[in-house]
């Protein structure tokens, strides 16, 4: 079973990390999340979850209005290949969240480390993140430097790399 929010929550507070998270309806897309702007400050996330052809699988975070280019992302976040969208039972499976929540906040439901992530640097430029908890009926607001400490946590190795043009 995927952790839970409250899980994910109570995870970051034996962390030693504050968080605070605005409750909203549903959002999917980045331009549903836009709504939201003057009330959430920080970096707002878009998250890719791929795959290339030997079915190693990434979740790459950028900022919402990043540009990236999926034809050469594999260069940049090693992959084996050209890099596809992964399918939603491979997220629910990995991840445990459904198309329209992928979070970095997912990677508490990784436990067998099989998604590398990556974080764009200009997302990390940020004094703080915003990403869903493990839902899309919230967002949460983390310091860069906590969401991390968060990733490591996880077992995760948190890739810093320059993945928007």
Not at 84 to 106: D, N
Not at 117 to 125: F, S, T
Request: no cysteine; hydrophobic share 45%.
């Amino acid at each position: 079973m995927p952790k839970t929010e409250a899980e994910l929550f109570a995870f970051l507070a034996d962390l030693g990390i504050d968080v605070s998270t605005v409750r909203h309806p549903p959002l999917y897309t980045v331009a549903d999340s836009q709504s939201l702007r003057g009330e959430i400050a920080g970096g707002h996330t878009k998250n890719l979850f791929l795959k290339d052809k030997k079915d190693a699988f990434f979740l790459v975070s950028v900022g919402e209005d990043a540009v990236v280019d999926l034809k050469q992302i594999h260069h940049v976040i090693g992959a084996a290949s050209r890099v596809s969208f992964g399918k939603p039972e491979m997220l629910m499976e990995l991840l445990g969240v459904i198309p329209g929540a992928v979070t970095v906040f997912g990677l508490i439901n990784d436990t067998q480390g099989r998604v590398k992530v990556v974080l764009d640097q200009d997302l990390m430029a940020h004094a703080t993140v915003n990403a869903h908890p493990l839902t899309n009926e919230a967002t949460t607001s983390i310091a860069s430097a906590d969401l991390i400490r968060f990733v490591e946590a996880t077992g995760h190795d948190a890739a810093i790399l320059k993945v928007s043009a």
